[in-house]
Nanobody
Framework: VQLQASGGGLVQAGGSLRLSCAASGRTFRSYVMGWFRQAPGKEREFVAL????????IYAGSVKGRFTISRDNARNTVYLQMNGLKPEDTADYYC???????????????WGQGTLVTVSS
């Protein structure tokens, strides 16, 4: 599975962005998909994940209520809708795929390249 993230950019605090992650391969719908982020000088952290069917989601506490993860298995794409952005959300955002939720959070099988989100105050 190859993952291609896009949609990053510069936005003012309080604004919104939608990230997309397009996957190659017919096995996309069998994977748990997730988003991580890495801010300058910090370690990569988990943001959100979604089950293969899309029926179950988990969010980091710092983004819960502001971010929404979704997926379109027909388009092999996972999305991250980010509302109410804050300067502390500034980071490189990465999509990832894993066989289970635990695997996704500990050792994803596949990573996409980062897409930079910058939130100005």
């Amino acid at each position: 599975v190859q993952l291609q993230a896009s949609g990053g950019g510069l936005v003012q605090a309080g604004g919104s962005l939608r990230l997309s992650c397009a996957a190659s391969g017919r096995t996309f719908r069998s994977y748990v998909m997730g988003w991580f982020r890495q801010a300058p000088g910090k370690e990569r952290e988990f943001v959100a994940l979604i089950s293969p069917s899309g029926g179950s989601t988990i969010y980091a506490g710092s983004v819960k209520g502001r971010f929404t993860i979704s997926r379109d298995n027909a388009r092999n794409t996972v999305y991250l809708q980010m509302n109410g952005l804050k300067p502390e959300d500034t980071a490189d955002y990465y999509c990832a795929a894993g066989s289970t939720s635990v695997a996704l959070r500990t050792a994803p099988a596949y990573w996409g390249q980062g897409t930079l989100v910058t939130v100005s105050s």
